[in-house]
């Protein structure tokens, strides 16, 4: 399978949490061209501030090889990660980040932390951005509708007023 295909599985669970009122990310985690861990976000719902997509599919998939040592896995995920997501994957030894969309104000990349190339880490690895407009298109919307939600019901508070 190739790294498309994994991020539009990524993508199913992405849309998953949207109908879930969970900002959409989804990840997979895979090895030797399976799925063997996949997570989306749950922080709404579990009222965890680590309950990010990536966090999710790491322990499902250490879950699945018994081991906290990721290494030949690669992570596809639809988002850029954060820095903690990012600094978790250089922690279970992941060979490859691919993420479909950047996120400018929260991405450990766009925000200069590029802790999978620092050099006095023990481990490296590389993170390739594979531009997918489904996962850029699946936030915007989501957001779109939470701030018209939102406009909704502040007009009516006013009209309750």
Sequence with gaps: ??????????????????????????????????????GSNTREEMQDPLGHA?????????????????IDCDLYVTLEPCPMCLAA???ARVRRVIYGAKDEKGGALC????????????HRFQVIYEPM??????????FAARREAQ???????????
Excluded at 111 to 122: S, T
Excluded at 137 to 142: A, E, K, P, S
């Design 1 to 38: 399978m190739e790294s498309p295909s994994f991020l539009l599985e990524a993508l199913r669970l992405a849309e998953a949490a949207a109908l879930r009122d969970e900002v959409p990310v989804g990840a997979v985690i895979v090895h030797e061209g399976k799925v063997i861990g996949e």
């Design 54 to 70: 990536e966090m999710i599919a790491i322990k499902n998939a250490a879950l699945h090889l018994q081991s906290w040592r990721l």
């Design 89 to 91: 994957c250089q922690q």
């Design 111 to 122: 925000l200069g932390f590029h802790v999978h190339e620092h050099p006095q880490l023990n």
């Design 133 to 142: 407009e489904a996962c850029s298109q699946i936030l915007r919307d989501f």
């Design 151 to 161: 406009k909704a019901a502040r007009a009516l508070k006013g009209e309750q007023s």
